[in-house]
Protein backbone atom coordinates (compact mmCIF):
# COMPACT_ATOMS: atom_id res chain seq x y z
CA UNK A 1 0.00 0.00 0.00
CA UNK A 2 1.66 3.43 -1.90
CA UNK A 3 1.08 6.36 0.43
CA UNK A 4 -0.13 9.24 -1.27
CA UNK A 5 2.74 11.79 -0.93
CA UNK A 6 5.25 11.45 -2.83
CA UNK A 7 8.26 13.36 -3.49
CA UNK A 8 10.19 12.11 -7.22
CA UNK A 9 13.42 13.26 -7.97
CA UNK A 10 16.35 12.48 -10.21
CA UNK A 11 19.78 14.04 -10.46
CA UNK A 12 20.97 11.23 -12.61
CA UNK A 13 21.12 12.93 -16.32
CA UNK A 14 23.58 10.43 -17.73
CA UNK A 15 20.82 7.23 -17.66
CA UNK A 16 19.23 6.29 -20.71
CA UNK A 17 15.30 6.45 -20.40
CA UNK A 18 15.50 2.37 -20.77
CA UNK A 19 17.90 1.93 -18.36
CA UNK A 20 16.35 4.54 -15.29
CA UNK A 21 16.92 2.82 -12.19
CA UNK A 22 13.56 2.94 -9.99
CA UNK A 23 13.73 5.46 -7.33
CA UNK A 24 15.13 4.85 -3.88
CA UNK A 25 12.27 5.02 -1.32
CA UNK A 26 12.74 6.92 1.21
CA UNK A 27 10.31 7.60 4.30
CA UNK A 28 10.80 10.75 6.21
CA UNK A 29 9.16 10.80 9.78
CA UNK A 30 6.87 13.86 9.56
CA UNK A 31 5.60 16.24 12.46
CA UNK A 32 3.38 19.76 11.95
CA UNK A 33 5.70 20.93 14.88
CA UNK A 34 9.05 19.79 12.64
CA UNK A 35 7.43 21.19 9.02
CA UNK A 36 10.74 23.28 8.55
CA UNK A 37 12.80 20.17 9.72
CA UNK A 38 11.46 17.78 7.28
CA UNK A 39 11.74 20.59 4.39
CA UNK A 40 15.51 21.28 5.05
CA UNK A 41 16.12 17.12 5.52
CA UNK A 42 13.87 16.34 2.35
CA UNK A 43 16.25 19.15 0.21
CA UNK A 44 19.76 18.31 1.49
CA UNK A 45 19.02 14.66 0.29
CA UNK A 46 17.58 15.95 -3.40
CA UNK A 47 20.88 18.16 -3.71
CA UNK A 48 23.42 15.56 -2.79
CA UNK A 49 21.72 12.73 -4.20
CA UNK A 50 23.10 10.64 -7.46
CA UNK A 51 20.51 8.62 -7.61
CA UNK A 52 16.73 9.03 -8.11
CA UNK A 53 14.66 9.30 -5.04
CA UNK A 54 11.34 8.76 -4.28
CA UNK A 55 10.41 10.41 -0.90
CA UNK A 56 7.85 10.36 1.32
CA UNK A 57 6.97 12.14 4.58
CA UNK A 58 5.29 9.73 6.93
CA UNK A 59 1.48 11.76 8.24
CA UNK A 60 0.39 10.47 10.96
CA UNK A 61 -3.02 12.70 9.83
CA UNK A 62 -2.76 10.78 6.54
CA UNK A 63 -2.48 7.11 8.07
CA UNK A 64 -4.80 7.88 10.25
CA UNK A 65 -7.49 8.72 7.35
CA UNK A 66 -6.05 5.76 5.38
CA UNK A 67 -6.85 3.37 8.37
CA UNK A 68 -3.51 2.23 9.12
CA UNK A 69 -3.22 3.89 12.06
CA UNK A 70 -4.91 4.17 14.52
CA UNK A 71 -3.04 3.59 18.27
CA UNK A 72 -3.39 6.60 21.09
CA UNK A 73 -0.55 8.90 21.62
CA UNK A 74 1.29 7.93 24.56
CA UNK A 75 3.00 10.69 26.98
CA UNK A 76 5.97 9.43 26.41
CA UNK A 77 6.46 10.30 22.15
CA UNK A 78 8.50 13.02 21.66
CA UNK A 79 6.95 13.18 17.92
CA UNK A 80 4.33 12.15 15.85
CA UNK A 81 5.89 9.15 14.35
CA UNK A 82 7.59 7.36 17.08
CA UNK A 83 5.22 4.41 16.02
CA UNK A 84 3.97 5.09 12.38
CA UNK A 85 8.36 4.84 11.20
CA UNK A 86 7.41 0.99 11.57
CA UNK A 87 4.74 0.84 8.71
CA UNK A 88 7.84 1.68 6.14
CA UNK A 89 8.11 -1.67 5.01
CA UNK A 90 3.95 -1.89 4.70
CA UNK A 91 4.35 1.71 2.90
CA UNK A 92 7.42 0.22 0.59
CA UNK A 93 4.94 -2.85 -0.35
CA UNK A 94 7.36 -5.15 1.06
CA UNK A 95 9.68 -5.09 -1.65
CA UNK A 96 13.15 -4.09 -2.26
CA UNK A 97 15.30 -1.85 0.09
CA UNK A 98 14.20 1.99 1.79
CA UNK A 99 15.01 3.96 4.33
CA UNK A 100 13.23 5.51 7.01
CA UNK A 101 14.75 8.61 8.86
CA UNK A 102 13.93 11.08 11.15
CA UNK A 103 12.74 14.25 9.71
CA UNK A 104 15.54 16.09 12.02
CA UNK A 105 18.52 15.22 9.97
CA UNK A 106 20.81 17.28 7.58
CA UNK A 107 22.34 15.58 4.96
CA UNK A 108 25.80 16.33 3.63
CA UNK A 109 26.62 13.51 2.20
CA UNK A 110 25.73 11.33 -1.12
CA UNK A 111 22.81 8.45 -0.23
CA UNK A 112 23.80 6.35 -2.96
CA UNK A 113 26.76 5.70 -0.55
CA UNK A 114 24.39 4.57 2.28
CA UNK A 115 22.11 2.54 -0.33
CA UNK A 116 25.37 1.15 -2.17
CA UNK A 117 26.27 -0.46 1.82
CA UNK A 118 22.81 -2.86 1.69
CA UNK A 119 23.21 -6.48 1.76
CA UNK A 120 20.73 -8.77 1.29
CA UNK A 121 21.76 -10.70 4.27
CA UNK A 122 20.23 -8.57 6.61
CA UNK A 123 16.81 -7.72 7.28
CA UNK A 124 17.41 -4.42 8.70
CA UNK A 125 20.84 -2.16 8.69
CA UNK A 126 21.28 1.20 10.99
CA UNK A 127 23.89 2.88 12.89
CA UNK A 128 24.10 1.17 15.98
CA UNK A 129 24.53 3.53 18.56
CA UNK A 130 25.60 2.45 22.28
CA UNK A 131 24.07 6.33 23.88
CA UNK A 132 22.78 7.18 26.73
CA UNK A 133 21.64 11.10 26.98
CA UNK A 134 22.20 12.80 30.31
CA UNK A 135 19.70 15.15 29.53
CA UNK A 136 16.14 14.75 30.76
CA UNK A 137 14.38 17.05 27.98
CA UNK A 138 14.85 16.90 24.11
CA UNK A 139 13.11 19.69 21.73
CA UNK A 140 10.75 22.10 22.77
CA UNK A 141 10.63 20.28 26.27
CA UNK A 142 9.22 16.65 25.31
CA UNK A 143 10.75 13.88 27.84
CA UNK A 144 13.67 12.37 26.59
CA UNK A 145 13.60 8.67 27.33
CA UNK A 146 16.30 5.74 28.00
CA UNK A 147 16.25 2.50 26.80
CA UNK A 148 18.52 -0.39 24.94
CA UNK A 149 19.27 0.25 21.10
CA UNK A 150 18.50 4.59 21.63
CA UNK A 151 18.74 5.78 18.32
CA UNK A 152 19.16 2.90 16.28
CA UNK A 153 15.45 3.23 14.34
CA UNK A 154 15.81 6.75 13.77
CA UNK A 155 17.63 6.07 10.70
CA UNK A 156 17.14 2.54 9.19
CA UNK A 157 17.83 0.91 6.13
CA UNK A 158 15.01 -1.94 5.54
CA UNK A 159 15.11 -4.94 3.50
CA UNK A 160 11.59 -5.01 2.78
CA UNK A 161 10.82 -8.15 1.32
CA UNK A 162 12.54 -10.25 4.05
CA UNK A 163 10.38 -12.64 5.63
CA UNK A 164 10.78 -11.04 8.92
CA UNK A 165 9.93 -7.91 8.19
CA UNK A 166 6.93 -9.29 6.15
CA UNK A 167 5.24 -9.24 9.81
CA UNK A 168 5.39 -5.74 10.53
CA UNK A 169 1.79 -5.19 9.54
CA UNK A 170 -0.62 -2.35 10.56
CA UNK A 171 -1.86 -4.76 13.39
CA UNK A 172 1.56 -5.34 14.85
CA UNK A 173 3.27 -1.42 14.79
CA UNK A 174 -0.41 -0.30 15.85
CA UNK A 175 -0.45 -3.09 18.63
CA UNK A 176 2.87 -3.83 19.92
CA UNK A 177 5.09 -2.45 22.91
CA UNK A 178 7.41 0.56 22.12
CA UNK A 179 10.15 -2.11 23.53
CA UNK A 180 9.35 -4.50 20.93
CA UNK A 181 9.53 -2.17 18.11
CA UNK A 182 12.44 0.13 18.88
CA UNK A 183 14.15 -2.48 19.55
CA UNK A 184 13.79 -4.38 16.72
CA UNK A 185 12.70 -7.50 18.65
CA UNK A 186 10.89 -9.17 15.79
CA UNK A 187 14.72 -9.67 14.63
CA UNK A 188 17.71 -11.93 15.68
CA UNK A 189 20.89 -10.09 16.52
CA UNK A 190 22.54 -11.14 13.29
CA UNK A 191 19.46 -10.02 11.04
CA UNK A 192 20.49 -6.33 11.89
CA UNK A 193 23.37 -5.01 9.99
CA UNK A 194 25.51 -2.31 10.77
CA UNK A 195 26.81 1.29 8.93
CA UNK A 196 29.37 3.44 9.70
CA UNK A 197 27.92 6.07 12.68
CA UNK A 198 29.14 9.02 10.22
CA UNK A 199 25.67 8.29 8.64
CA UNK A 200 23.42 8.97 11.87
CA UNK A 201 26.09 11.61 13.56
CA UNK A 202 24.65 12.40 16.89
CA UNK A 203 25.19 16.41 17.96
CA UNK A 204 26.34 16.28 21.29
CA UNK A 205 27.52 12.63 21.19
CA UNK A 206 29.90 11.47 18.45
CA UNK A 207 32.56 13.67 17.49
CA UNK A 208 35.05 14.66 14.97
CA UNK A 209 38.37 13.74 15.26
CA UNK A 210 40.69 16.65 13.15
CA UNK A 211 42.43 14.52 10.27
CA UNK A 212 40.48 11.39 10.41
CA UNK A 213 37.82 11.82 7.44
CA UNK A 214 36.29 8.24 8.62
CA UNK A 215 34.74 10.32 11.41
CA UNK A 216 33.22 13.73 9.05
CA UNK A 217 29.39 13.14 9.17
CA UNK A 218 27.71 11.92 6.33
CA UNK A 219 24.29 12.83 7.91
CA UNK A 220 23.81 15.25 10.96
CA UNK A 221 21.52 14.39 13.22
CA UNK A 222 20.15 16.83 15.98
CA UNK A 223 18.53 14.78 18.06
CA UNK A 224 18.11 17.18 21.21
CA UNK A 225 16.82 19.83 18.63
CA UNK A 226 17.72 21.73 15.83
CA UNK A 227 17.73 25.64 15.02
CA UNK A 228 14.36 25.17 13.89
CA UNK A 229 13.81 25.28 18.08
CA UNK A 230 15.18 28.77 19.63
CA UNK A 231 16.39 27.06 22.97
CA UNK A 232 18.64 25.20 20.16
CA UNK A 233 19.39 27.73 17.95
CA UNK A 234 22.67 27.83 18.46
CA UNK A 235 23.70 24.28 18.75
CA UNK A 236 26.61 22.40 17.73
CA UNK A 237 26.65 22.32 13.48
CA UNK A 238 23.62 24.33 13.75
CA UNK A 239 25.09 26.88 11.05
CA UNK A 240 25.09 24.22 8.76
CA UNK A 241 21.84 23.50 9.11
CA UNK A 242 21.03 27.64 9.45
CA UNK A 243 22.87 27.96 5.86
CA UNK A 244 21.18 24.69 4.41
CA UNK A 245 17.47 26.39 5.35
CA UNK A 246 18.46 29.63 3.62
CA UNK A 247 19.37 27.82 0.31
CA UNK A 248 16.17 25.48 0.26
CA UNK A 249 14.45 28.81 0.67
CA UNK A 250 16.13 30.25 -2.24
CA UNK A 251 15.39 27.19 -4.02
CA UNK A 252 11.94 27.28 -3.68
CA UNK A 253 11.58 30.48 -4.58
CA UNK A 254 13.32 30.12 -8.24
CA UNK A 255 10.52 27.55 -8.75
CA UNK A 256 7.41 29.50 -7.95
Not at 4 to 30: A, Q, R, W
Not at 94 to 113: H, P, Q, R, S, T
Not at 148 to 163: A, D, Q, T
Amino acid sequence: MSPVVKDLHSNDVNVGKSETPKPFKIFVGYDPREDVAYEVCRYSLLKRSSIPLEITPIKQCELRKQGLYWRERGKLESTEFSFSRFLTPYLADYEGWAMFVDCDFLYLGDIKELRDMVDDKYALMCVQHDYTPKETTKMDGAVQTVYPRKNWSSMVLYNCGHPKNRGLTPEVVNSESGAFLHRFMWLEDEEIGEVPFVWNFLVGHNKVVEGDPATFPKAIHYTLGGPWFEAWKDCEFGDLWLKELEESKKAKEKVV
